[in-house]
C-alpha cells in the first residue's frame, strides 16, 4: 500500500489534517478504516490500531476535547502528587467551548473553566510522536485547593503534603497562581497548618 511507510507505529492518535498532509486520500483512509487500521473516532480523529507505544489516556484528549487541557486529579497522578486513581481523564476547557462526542472510553471528565483559569499553567507534555496539554504542577495544586470542595479535603491534603516534600517545589509560583486564581487566603491557611 503506498503511503504505508509514512504511517507509523509510534503515533496513537491522527488528525484527518495530518493524514491528508502525509499524502492520504479520504479513499485510502476510508480503506485503512475497512482494513481496521484506523478506527473512526469522530469526523476529525482517527486511532492507530498498529500503535506499538506507551499507552495514555490521555493521547485521546485532543480528539474530543481539542482545547482541553489534563487537570485536576488526573493531573495530580501524572506529577505524582496522589495515591487516588480517578476514573476518568479530567480535562479542562473554555467555559464557551463545545464538545460534540464524547468516547465511552477513556471516560472524560469536563470542566469548564473562565479563560483566565483555562490558560494560566499550561504545558505541553510530547511522549514521542505523541502529546498532550497538561497544567503545570503548581496550577494544578492551586486548582486542588480552589476546589476543595468537589476533590475532597483529605485528597487535598495529600496532595499539597506529597507537593510540599518536593526539592522542584516552587512556591513563589504557587502562591502567584493563588493570588491570580483568587485562591489565596485558603492556600495560605494550608500552607500554615502544613509547613
Sequence with gaps: MA????FSEDQKIFSMQELKKKGFSQYKINKLVSEGKLIKLNKSYYENTEYRGEESD??????????????L?????????TTFIPDA?????????????????PQ??????????????????REGKNGFQ????EKTV??????????GIE??????????????????????????????KPMRQYLEVLV
Excluded at 90 to 101: E, F, G, L, N, Q
Excluded at 114 to 121: A, I, K, P, S, V
Excluded at 142 to 151: L, P, S
Design 3 to 6: 503511503g504505508a511507510a509514512a
Design 58 to 71: 490521555f493521547y485521546y484528549v485532543e480528539a474530543y476535547a481539542p482545547k482541553g487541557v489534563i487537570c
Design 73 to 81: 486529579l488526573s493531573a495530580a497522578v501524572y506529577y505524582h502528587l
Design 89 to 105: 481523564v479530567d480535562v479542562a476547557i473554555p467555559r464557551k467551548a463545545k464538545i460534540s462526542t464524547m468516547p465511552d472510553w
Design 108 to 125: 472524560i471528565n469536563v470542566h469548564h473553566y473562565t479563560d483566565d483559569r483555562h490558560e494560566l499553567g499550561v504545558t505541553t507534555v
Design 134 to 137: 497538561i497544567y503545570d504542577i
Design 142 to 151: 492551586v486548582d486542588i485547593v480552589f476546589y476543595r470542595e468537589k476533590i
Design 155 to 184: 485528597e487535598t491534603k495529600e496532595i499539597l503534603v506529597t507537593y510540599l516534600r518536593r526539592k522542584d517545589r516552587d512556591l513563589n509560583r504557587l502562591l502567584k497562581y493563588a493570588e491570580l486564581m483568587k485562591c489565596e
